[in-house]
């Protein structure tokens, strides 16, 4: 096992995983932007490092930064959280040539998932169900349109290097194609340096559901059950659930194999997350996230295991404390993604908490590094925090988030939680009955924001 490790993140999962690591006798080295000496992590770590200024790309973003700060501490492996260089090949490269350990995937599998076309095929061969779309990239216009025909509209058109709803745009007949084709690929070019594109059937009342996977390098995987994060404005998620509420056991059981059947075959090591859109019972691979994921509590709670501390042991290389069998569903879990941003149009908030007093009681958690006074520097994502919430079924666990939510305060910035008090009122969210487009359409109704 290892003795000290460092974590190349910062906020609430930089704090998750350094208590993870305390509660394994493991020392923890925080890194830190300069806009970040008094943060959270800082102050929990064992130890801490500055390795640049504000901006993300000249200090969170430094390879040859973090690197020297191994070096000068003695950490012997890198956590790279979520974000920033969790899904980075040359990072993990890079790790590896100066003798230390990435606390996750290997590059070669960060590489095949990271690109969404070699990701597609790659899960088609292994069996895993896709949506229908094109083979591999579309270079053209006239191939677009073409394959259009073929498929069917609606389609959406993606950006191959995209992500968080970027370099995505939805042709409904061959008239809108062009500018879809066109804007895909300058958002791809601008926001990636890649545009390429491909396309697949855009499906129309989906459900997002992943499904949650961790291997030991060596052959064995396991699944941990569905998350249903259906509920996302411009494609960000805010709200996810496990169980999934619309997710029978027999589909949970088939697909999950499915899923861990495929790691294995690959060797696949951490944890790692499948995204499906789910409809009328069918599952459509739609990418892979090969990191922790931020919504995780939320299957921590219904199974009574700790994710990060799993990879760290397989990292080290032990074997996962855990086996498919030993895997069982206890109760229903809620997470909401609290953000510094002000309603109705969700501008970023940042400024300086005068009080924060973070809800308890049975069954909640408060994932957080935000304290009393502590100032929210505009630099970064602004998620300050995820509420997670527990009980023996969905309504409890509904009913404990509406207790926990008027417990929380969070004063001197605005924030997003007025959102969740008002989403826990309609009917459709307290039956569970929502698909990815529902947020999109309530924000637009009662906020004027769509």
């Known amino acids: 096992m290892f003795s000290k490790i460092l974590v190349a993140n910062r906020g609430e999962i930089a704090l998750r995983v350094i208590r993870a690591a305390r509660e394994m006798g493991i020392q923890s080295v925080a890194v830190h932007s300069t806009a970040d000496s008094d943060a959270m992590h800082v102050r929990m770590a ?30 012997e492996a890198i956590h790279p959280g979520y974000g920033f260089l969790s899904e980075n ?10 003798g230390l350990t990435f606390i996750g995937p290997t590059a070669e599998h960060i590489r095949i998932m990271g690109d969404k076309i070699t990701a597609k095929e790659t899960m088609r061969k292994l069996g895993v169900p896709c949506v229908p779309g094109s083979e591999g990239g579309v270079a053209s216009l006239e191939e677009a349109k073409r394959l259009g025909e073929e498929i069917g509209y609606p389609v959406i058109i993606k ?27 300058a958002e791809g070019k601008s926001n990636f340096g890649n545009d390429e594109v491909y396309i697949e059937k855009y499906l129309t009342t989906p459900r997002h559901i992943e499904i949650q996977v961790f291997g030991d390098g060596k052959g064995r995987a ?33 697909i999950g194999k499915t899923c861990a059947d495929a790691m294995a075959d690959i060797n696949y090591i951490g944890a790692g997350t499948i995204e499906f859109l789910y409809e009328n019972g069918e599952f459509y691979f739609i990418e892979m996230n090969t990191r922790l994921q931020v919504e995780h509590p939320v299957t921590e709670g219904i199974f009574g295991v700790d994710l990060v501390r799993e990879q ?29 941003e002000k309603l109705p149009n969700f ?6 908490i005068s009080q924060y007093h973070a809800p308890g009681g049975l069954g909640v958690r408060m994932d957080s590094a935000i304290y009393d006074g502590y100032s929210i520097p505009p630099y970064y994502d602004s998620l300050i925090g995820k509420l997670i919430v527990q009980g023996r079924d969905r309504p409890e666990a509904l009913a404990r988030l509406g207790r926990a939510l008027g417990e929380l305060i969070i004063d001197g910035i605005d924030t997003t939680v007025p959102l969740f008090h008002a989403l826990l009122r309609e009917k459709d969210i307290q039956t569970g009955d929502y ?16």
Not at 89 to 98: K, L, P, R, T, W
Not at 172 to 178: G, L, N, P, R
Request: include cysteine.
């Open 347 to 352: 501008r970023p908030s940042p400024g300086r």
């Open 46 to 75: 064992d130890e801490s490092v500055c390795i640049g200024p504000p901006s993300s790309t000249q200090s969170y973003l430094s390879i040859p930064s973090i690197i020297a700060a191994c070096e000068i501490t003695g950490a």
């Open 159 to 185: 950006a191959t290097a995209g992500g968080g709803g970027k370099g995505m745009k939805v042709a409904t007949s061959v008239a809108d194609m062009e500018r879809a084709f066109q804007t895909a690929r």
């Open 312 to 340: 760290i042991q397989v990292a080290s290389g032990m074997p996962m404390s855990f086996r498919q069998e030993d895997l069982k569903i206890n109760g229903h879990a809620i997470e909401v993604r609290l953000n510094a």
């Open 89 to 98: 090949a040359g990072f993990v490269q890079v790790v590896e040539d100066h």
């Open 435 to 450: 698909n990815i487009h529902w947020l999109e359409h309530w924000l637009e109704t009662n906020l004027g924001d769509g």
């Open 222 to 254: 396991v699944h941990l059950g569905e998350r249903d994060c259906s509920l996302q404005r411009r494609h960000q998620k805010v709200f996810e659930e496990a169980p999934g509420p619309a997710i029978s056991e027999e589909e949970r059981a088939r």
